[in-house]
């Protein structure tokens, strides 16, 4: 019977996480003595504030027990001290801690809409929405948007092309995870009116708000929560403080039945690390975060790269205006193939590199088959060893597999 | 249109913890002033081991990665070495840790079967079955056990009868939460017989394991994993070692493509909190437990209470042989209502008493409104203070409202 164990077909059709998936090869490699550079996954590689590790260092308690499940007292009075700053004040009954954004989504998402409903998001997407929708029985649609057209968003008309009656709400992130979009008022206004105009939610997911560049500023959809309560805001310490080993989100909404429904989704979860909680609060405590050189540096970075990238007019980008991912198109039919052949085949002095294919930042079939992702989580000296061997594979990989021809050969 | 915010069906179904819903009034009652004792969750009430804290005040890096989503190799190696101790050794990639027991089920329960499917449970069960399998869209089919036959397992082909073609696994607890009971070796052979006649999974939720009295000890399902493969083992450190406060939980199972699908869902929650990890690596590498003594501690508490509520012919329970939990059966019509009467009105000395009520630790209509559980997780003095309001409220309620005659006037 070994072979034939029934399992779920949910389980069989459950997408593997693009990010993870080719890490085994470059444990592989390292185990043969290489040096691999992870670009693959979003973990900011400055440190994270001690402020964090403060209370959890002085935690004394012999007791380590259950914290109330809506979240730690400190921690709630610690974001919404951080949203006060920030112009938006909050209800505590507005609040709920999650295990990071993913339990934050995860909640929203089953809260929102029932088994077998429509979940509209704009393409590229961070990936693991299609992961989470997978284990709610959703539908994950696709709303392009292009490289091409700076990741503009479309028009209302083109957006309610893609309803349908089973369309429950929009998740977005905003700065975007890949894309590095910062949405504009008048995009913001578009999607809250269209979300108003049809009764869809609106999911938004706001983890890299502060990483912003060039003296852009991302607008939070709090901004319009009074208009429109079906706005579910998602944050999270991981980026903005470099605690993603903490796990530690939260997330917002100010329409009292869907707080209950959350509330008890907290409460059958029992709650989160008590330990963790405390760190977490002590870093939206931080009046003047030791992190505020970080968008300036990630800026940096992103011109290096992009400097560097720029001699290679087969290598196709929109200079991203926030976060620290970059998404590149390339001369390359699959790019599935291309990272793992990248990975496993490609080393300068003995270092190789790490990247995310892009094609399930995609639903629609075909798109992003000759994309990838790069998270910009280096320091620059390492990161630009990294973009050159990245090159130096594209062109052993241009030399044994066809190329795609470069379609559009001049940088946005 | 704020009121008609639309929200998905299952959010509206979606079941309150019995264990959780009444904190409120426990909260009232204490800004009021008033003492209450918590016999509602079974959070250990002794200390969480020094072994935890060191790793976690030691840890020094300046930077909080995710972990590897499988678990911290630190911790993986030091459940191996536990379950190596008990006699069964593991292999890793039988081996994924998870956010407490809860990330352990939802995976597990995920993974065997679709929206719509059954899993069978006996009842009475540990309530947040009922919001796992909500979550997943599936149903909860309960098997009755009762206390006027000590909790046995019923005959195979009793069990049979709650078979549908939709029933997918078995998930248990052993011992159980809340009955106390040790499931014997002919049990647990009925039960592997059944689910390997019937093609079904087997979860078995084992956080009592060590937690057992009068010498009489547990036999874990890892027992039975060689001779049939479709069994899921959870552990978790919260009650062995009193780290609620943690959440860290693992599952083991020894089938490749089960275990698959369990490695893509830990990828896509990313990971669990690093310090806990470390914390709790240090816990499941403690050879002498600095907690062996507790269990008769539990123990010595149980016979108290029991030598207490005896002196009532009109209290009936069944002395459990392991966990801290104590079911009652009492002689009420709702045992709702009366749990929410209880911590409402009923105070001696200013000190009141919050239990919770069975009516959720079932599925079969009808069953458990005139039960209660009790967790005794509080030292003898205190304990016995409880159980004298628990007492005094019953005999008051009693007289204001129509009592439920006892039908059964002997202690198992």
Redesign the interface.
């Known amino acids: 019977?070994?072979d034939?164990?029934?399992?779920?077909?949910?389980?069989?059709g459950?997408?593997?996480?693009p990010i993870?998936?080719l890490?085994p090869y470059a444990k592989a490699a390292e185990a043969a003595g290489h040096k691999v550079f992870y670009l693959n996954?979003g973990?900011p590689?400055?440190?994270?504030p001690?402020a964090?590790?403060q209370p959890?260092?002085a935690?004394q308690t012999?007791?380590?027990?259950?914290?109330?499940?809506q979240g730690h007292p400190e921690l709630l009075i610690a974001i919404q001290g951080y949203f006060q700053r920030l112009g938006y004040p909050l209800e505590k009954h507005h609040l709920q801690v999650t295990?990071?954004a993913?339990d934050a989504l995860l909640f929203s998402l089953?809260?929102?809409?029932?088994?077998g409903?429509d979940i509209l998001t704009f393409e590229p997407f961070y990936p693991?929405y299609l992961?989470?929708t997978a284990?709610l029985?959703l539908t994950l649609v696709g709303i392009p948007t292009t490289m091409e057209n700076a990741y503009a968003l479309p028009s209302l008309e083109e957006m309610e092309t893609y309803l349908t009656p089973k369309t429950?709400a929009i998740l977005i992130s905003n700065p975007s995870n890949p894309t590095g979009r910062i949405y504009t008022e008048e995009e913001l206004k578009r999607i809250v009116n269209f979300a108003?105009k049809h009764?869809l939610?609106i999911i938004s997911d706001e983890l890299y708000h502060t990483l912003t560049f060039a003296g852009k500023k991302a607008t939070t959809l709090l901004a319009y929560q009074k208009v429109y309560?079906?706005i579910v805001v998602i944050d999270s310490v991981s980026k903005r403080y470099?605690?993603?080993?903490?796990?530690i989100g939260c997330l917002i909404n100010t329409?009292t039945?869907?707080m209950e429904?959350i509330f008890?989704?907290g409460?059958?979860?029992?709650?989160?690390?008590?330990?963790?909680q405390l760190g977490a609060a002590a870093l939206y405590r931080l009046e003047n975060p030791s992190l505020a050189h970080l968008p300036a540096l990630y800026e940096a970075r992103r011109d290096k790269v992009i400097n560097f990238l720029s001699a290679y007019p087969w290598i196709h980008y929109v200079k991203p205006e926030a976060t620290f991912y970059l998404m590149l198109s390339l001369p390359i039919h699959d790019s599935n193939h291309f990272c793992t052949w990248l990975i496993e085949h490609i080393h300068l002095d003995g270092e190789r590199v790490l990247i995310t294919p892009a094609e399930n930042l995609y639903v629609t079939p075909g798109k992003g088959k000759n994309e990838v992702r790069l998270a910009l989580v280096l320091e620059e000296e390492p990161l630009l060893r990294a973009m050159n061997i990245l090159v130096y594979g594209l062109q052993q990989y241009m030399t044994l597999f066809e190329p795609l021809n470069p379609s559009r050969p001049v940088h946005e």
């Open positions: 019977m070994d034939s164990l029934p399992l779920s077909l949910r389980s069989q459950y997408p593997a996480s993870r998936k890490i996954i973990e590689n400055h440190d994270t001690a964090f590790f959890i260092h935690y012999p007791h380590l027990p259950y914290e109330p499940s295990q990071g993913t089953f809260t929102i809409a029932n088994s409903d693991n992961a989470f284990q029985g429950k108003k009764q939610w309560p079906a470099a605690a993603c080993g903490a796990r329409h039945p869907f429904c008890q989704l409460q059958s979860r029992l709650g989160v690390s008590l330990l963790d």
